[in-house]
């Protein structure tokens, strides 16, 4: 008898991409309630799902990314009113739920006892990250699949997030069951996670797709808690080294030196790389941000994977702050 294939441990699994149609969503749906691994579009970046109250379903997860145990996932669901019954806000995030569900926003609390989350997606801790997300193929596919979606970034563990289904693919194919194909993602840099202090207080632990200027405008004190740090379990997310493409990355660059690749923002220097990406010639964030990570794909693949990425400067407002975030990880020294 043969055995189906998400029991087979994290290789030779034959990975489909579904496509954005009723038979798609109906598959994708299919093989998440058996306990496999599908990837499928956010309007931040492609997330890696499976059954969020599934233990073993989260463990393929960790397994197919190789990503650390400790770790944690954020949990995907439909609405605002299934995001609160998973963990405790406070005012402000309840504010905040308010104001950016669904979207970009990720939010992190102590999780209620009767969750049904699997303790596997906080990875040890206390607290559980949930987002809702906007994109309608995930609104679809978490309304059909009707629960809650573990989901983290569809790649191998410090390399670049993906953006397009092709991405996924070209990382995961063999590793989980299937890709559900809706195009580029809009937002392309990963949701805003947000955390709580014991007195309340908002607290930005991962810059991202909320730029911190509107969460400031909603909820008035958003403190900021960016970690960085290489080795702590304790500091989920904050590991410096982090979106890695295979080339080095200079970063506040005037212009390219020789040979290097250019990434661009805004006008052109007069010296040019003949291996350039202008993320945007008109020097606007949304436009860079929703780029960045395949624009960092494409130049690593037409350098090999070697030599030097050399990136103009970018204004740290707006989602600047979470693009300039991406781009020092980047640019991080390699362990
Ligand atoms: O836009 C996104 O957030 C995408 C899409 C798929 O939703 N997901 C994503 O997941 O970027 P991931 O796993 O690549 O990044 C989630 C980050 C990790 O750095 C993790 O450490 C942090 O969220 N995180 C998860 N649970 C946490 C928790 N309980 N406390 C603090 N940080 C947490
Ligand atoms: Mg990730």
Same mark, same amino acid.
């Given at each position: 008898m043969s055995v189906p294939l998400y029991l087979h441990p994290m290789k030779d699994r034959n990975t489909i991409r579904f496509s954005d149609s009723d038979r798609g969503i109906r598959a994708a749906t299919f093989f998440l309630r058996k306990g496999g691994l599908v990837a499928f579009p956010t309007e931040t970046v492609y997330g890696l799902g499976a $059954? /969020? &109250?599934?233990e073993r379903a989260v463990a393929d997860i960790y397994r197919a990314k190789g990503r650390p145990a400790h770790n944690p996932v954020i949990v995907h669901v439909t609405d605002s009113a299934a995001g609160t019954m998973l963990i405790d806000l406070p005012e402000a995030g309840m504010k905040a739920a308010k104001a950016f569900?669904?979207?970009p926003l990720t939010l992190v609390g102590p999780v209620r006892g009767d969750s049904g989350i699997a303790p596997i997606c906080r990875a040890g801790a206390e607290t559980l990250a949930v987002r809702v997300p906007e994109h309608r193929l995930a609104q679809t596919l978490l309304k059909a699949f009707a629960g809650p979606l573990a989901a983290p970034s569809a790649n191998r563990s410090g390399q670049v997030s993906p953006t397009h289904a092709d991405h996924v693919m070209e990382e995961l194919n063999g590793r989980i069951d299937g890709v559900l194909d809706g195009g580029p993602c809009a937002v392309g840099l990963e949701s805003t996670i947000l955390g709580f202090d014991a007195d309340g207080t908002a607290r930005l632990l991962r810059p991202g797709g909320v730029s911190l200027e509107d969460l400031e405008r909603t909820l008035g004190v958003v403190r900021s808690g960016i970690i960085i740090d290489d080795t702590a379990p304790s500091a989920p997310g904050q590991l410096s080294s982090h979106y890695a493409p295979g080339a080095r990355v200079r970063l506040n660059a005037d212009a390219p030196g020789l040979g290097e690749a250019w990434l661009g923002f805004g006008p052109d220097p $007069? &010296?040019?790389? /003949?291996?350039s990406i202008n993320l945007s010639p008109s020097g606007n964030l949304e436009e860079a941000g929703t780029h960045l990570f395949a624009a960092l794909r494409q130049l690593d693949e037409w350098l090999n994977g070697s030599g030097v990425i050399a990136v103009a400067p970018i204004p740290q407002s707006g989602l600047g702050q979470a693009i300039n975030d991406r781009l020092r990880r980047a640019a991080a020294p390699r362990t």
């Open positions: $059954d /969020a &109250r599934n569900w669904p979207g $007069d &010296r040019i790389s /003949a291996i």
